[in-house]
């Protein structure tokens, strides 16, 4: 039988093996003390220890705003700190709302110091730029972000929503690769593998996030997707026994840049749903197939 192009093994961050599943926190909301921790915790039991968040996730998804995720995640690790050392976690900054990005060096450096507080750490494993700031000259960014890292502030260096040119720039000034690339990557958007982002990846080790790798829901519920997309994915689905969703995540792990899929959940059932893409047996043709109806062109 064909080997499955899923690869379940550990990813690293920062010296750090992290699991191939993230568990995100953009739509981690709410004042539920009991809820928070219990989904923290199946995530870790799940192999979920890294885990996502930024500075702007509770500016939506009926957050109370910035920073509502950083403290509701705060608040967990206040109650539990033993969890702090099975975590890596990850933030990023660098948007405000109606402005609305800016990576000058007071406004990142500010940022990344009320993140630590809000998250009540002394440091975060990894610190992203959330959206590159079109206005931000890619020297200072680099800059602040080695001073941080220089302070013991943040671990590794990452982007998000970068261009590969926009992350080439930024890695010439750093005098390095960045440790992660954290762009949108699903069924339904294949950007990363069409604009050479997750060849650079490769070629100088940075490990890729898949950010919505269900694309926000539409691949469970089929809303928005071509049909032939849906369709193929049910088939792969039936003939494996595993959901649609299964499948969907399975594509992402598939690419041999290694992403890592942050998983948007916030039910712990779909949790352990995203876990049967672990055990899916995905071959080329299968991914192949997958590309051609999500693009709905013939390859050549
Ligand atoms: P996703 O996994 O693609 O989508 C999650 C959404 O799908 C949730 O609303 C979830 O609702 C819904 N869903 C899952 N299974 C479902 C089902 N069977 N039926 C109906 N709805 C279902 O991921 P995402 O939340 O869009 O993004 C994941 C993470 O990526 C975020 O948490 C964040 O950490 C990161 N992210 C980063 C950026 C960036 O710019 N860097 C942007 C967006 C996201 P339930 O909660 O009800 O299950």
Known sequence: MEASLVDPSPRKIAGMDVGPLAFGHWRFVGDDDAGADALVEAAL??????????????FDWGGEGMGHAERRLGGVLS?????????????????????????SPTYLRKACEASLARIGVDHVDAYLIHRPDLLGHPEQVAETLLGLREEGKIGAIGVSNHTLEQTRALEALLGEAVAVTQPEFSVAELGPIRSGLFDH????????????????????????????????????????????????????????????????SQKVERLEDAVTALGVGLTRADAYRIIEVSEGVPLP
């Not at 039991?45 to 509770?58: E, P, Q």
């Not at 099975?86 to 609305?100: C, R």
């Not at 070629?203 to 469970?220: D, F, K, Q």
């Open 79 to 103: 109650r539990h700190p033993d969890w702090r050392e099975q975590m890596v976690i990850v933030t990023k900054g660098g948007i405000i709302p109606g402005v609305p990005y800016d990576s």
């Open 201 to 264: 990846a490769m070629a100088v080790g940075t490990v890729p996030m898949a950010w919505s790798p269900l694309a926000g829901g539409r691949v469970p519920t089929g809303e928005g997707l071509p049909a032939p997309l849906v369709a193929v994915l049910d088939e792969l689905a039936a003939d494996r026994g595993v959901s649609r969703s299964a499948i969907a995540m399975a594509f992402v792990l598939a690419h041999p840049a290694r992403p890592i899929a942050i998983v948007g």
């Open 45 to 58: 039991d799940l192999g979920m220890n890294l885990h996502d968040t930024a500075d702007v996730y509770g």
